[in-house]
């Protein structure tokens, strides 16, 4: 009888943990959304847009899970196929770090008057990056 009530008890705990509502996460940054750039002379498009990020975890027949958003970029150069960006990470100054697919750090700065003007990296050497929208 006891280990019935314990399953039982156990069982509407879990239940109620799966059910409570849980607070979702916000993605805040000015850099979401579609962008014109030019990418040391050559066109290009950047976009971010927010994603659902929410995560289940179990440990045996105990699942916690947690409700969240992150952000997902891609930037396509000179018409090329879009690749991805990941990584947003906020500066000191209002500007942005962020990684492309090659894995090479890339910065913009918060805009002014809708225009941003940064940095990339592509073997070991900086060029500029600018955009806008």
């Not at 916000?26 to 750039?37: D, Y």
Request: charged share 15%; hydrophobic share 35%; aromatic share 12%.
């Amino acid at each position: 009888m006891a280990k019935a009530l314990l399953g039982a008890a156990c069982a509407a705990t879990l239940s109620l943990a799966l059910t409570a509502p849980a607070v979702a996460s916000q993605a805040i940054g000015w850099w979401g959304g579609n962008w014109s750039c030019n990418i040391d002379g050559r066109p290009a498009r950047m976009k971010w847009v927010v994603v659902d990020d929410s995560q289940t975890n179990c440990d045996g027949d105990v699942c916690t899970s947690t409700s969240g958003v992150r952000w997902k970029g891609s930037f396509s150069d000179n018409g090329s196929r879009w690749v991805p960006l990941t990584n947003p990470r906020p500066s000191d100054g209002g500007g942005v770090y962020f990684r492309h697919a090659d894995g090479n750090r890339w910065f913009l700065r918060k805009p002014v008057g809708g225009r941003s003007s940064g940095w990339t990296t592509w073997n070991g050497s900086r060029y500029g990056l600018s955009c806008w929208r």
